[in-house]
């Protein structure tokens, strides 16, 4: 009969690391474990401390933010890495304009995969309007009568649609007829950015620094509805496997690619599927609110992406569950620090 000996425990504390030895039988079974580092008040006092509080934690909420955050630094600092931000929703209404223009300034970001409404809002605000806060204890219907378009507690005016509308109109009018039948949508937006005086604008950014704006869903949007109005009077085509040519052209020469994901969905899933060609992402963070029960690409964890292979076997990457507003600059700020 075997003899059933208990295992001898023995333990080493490290300052912030328990090794754990149990032998039996002539084996060693060794398992490191990364203790709990608590917040304490009194030394998180800066964002850049705040975050290394969070990589302290380690687990949960705190430690997927943590290892987010590393990621991000990775991806920000290493110059064999091209790195996408892809949004969809309320991003740039939702005050991360100026955030993001600064990204493609400071050449962090190398190319945005983007909704379509993101752009609208960029232009919104560079042709002279703006994005305001919904007065309280006002509801949808006299927000419509008084012409403003809700988003969350976030409203639009008419008349800065109308400002925006006289922008794009004003620009189509420049344009060649040979150039408005043979334009990729990028490189629409490029042109576009270099007529915009507004310096903190995302596309003027974009367009005075070299970094692609690609938009698979930009007619789902105010501006893909003047394209059409537009069409109506002379002719105009935008060529959408045009883009992917070039896109593809971009992430093929690459040695590494990098994306920071901001909500799911079209961008998410044009993200990722554009890099299958090369074995798909070296490097990942996703925020998002959605769920995965559903089986949405939104709430779909990354490490789908493998068997899909947009995500490399061997790939870094971190879902973050929350809001994008609150947690990417946050993220940005720790990436950067």
């Given at each position: 009969?075997p ?64 290892r ?49 409404a ?46 925006f509308?006289k ?51 930009l ?29 593809g ?36 963070v ?52």
């Amino acid at each position: 009969m075997p003899s059933r000996k208990r295992p001898r425990l023995a333990s080493t504390l490290y300052a912030n690391r328990i090794t754990y030895h149990e032998s039996q039988n002539d084996s060693l079974l060794v398992a490191l474990l990364d203790k709990i580092n608590h917040v304490n008040p009194e030394t998180t006092t800066s964002i850049s401390e705040f975050v290394d509080a969070m990589s302290g934690v380690g687990v949960l909420g705190a430690g997927r933010f943590g290892r987010a955050t590393s990621i991000t630094k990775r991806i920000f600092e290493d110059p064999e890495c091209f790195t996408f931000l892809s949004m969809s929703g309320p991003m740039v209404p939702g005050g991360l304009r100026t955030l993001i223009s600064h990204l493609v300034e400071k050449g962090i970001i190398d190319t945005i995969i983007t909704s379509g409404a993101n752009i609208v809002h960029d232009l919104v605000e560079a042709y002279g309007g703006g994005h305001y806060r919904v007065p309280p204890s006002k509801d949808d219907h006299e927000l419509r009568e008084a012409g403003m378009g809700r988003i969350a507690d976030i409203f639009v005016h008419e008349r800065d649609f109308e400002l925006f509308e006289k922008g794009i109109y004003t620009f189509l009018d420049t344009l060649s007829e040979e150039q408005l039948t043979t334009l990729a949508p990028s490189e629409f937006l490029t042109k576009l950015g270099h007529t915009l005086g507004d310096t903190t604008s995302i596309v003027k950014q974009a367009s005075e620094h070299g970094v692609p704006i690609f938009s698979p869903g930009l007619m789902d949007s105010m501006l893909g509805f003047h394209l059409y109005t537009y069409s109506t009077t002379k002719n105009l085509v935008l060529d959408f496997v045009k883009d992917l040519r070039i896109l593809g052209d971009i992430v093929a020469k690459q040695k590494k690619t990098g994306a920071i994901m901001l909500g799911g969905g079209l961008t998410k899933h044009f993200t990722m599927g554009s890099t299958i060609l090369r074995g798909g992402l070296d490097m990942a963070v996703q925020i998002t609110l959605d769920r995965p029960e559903g089986g949405s690409l939104g709430g779909a964890p990354l490490v789908e992406g493998v068997s899909w292979q947009k995500m490399q076997s061997e790939a870094n990457f971190e879902t973050v569950i929350g809001d994008a507003t609150i947690i990417f600059p946050l993220l940005v700020i720790g990436g950067l620090s």
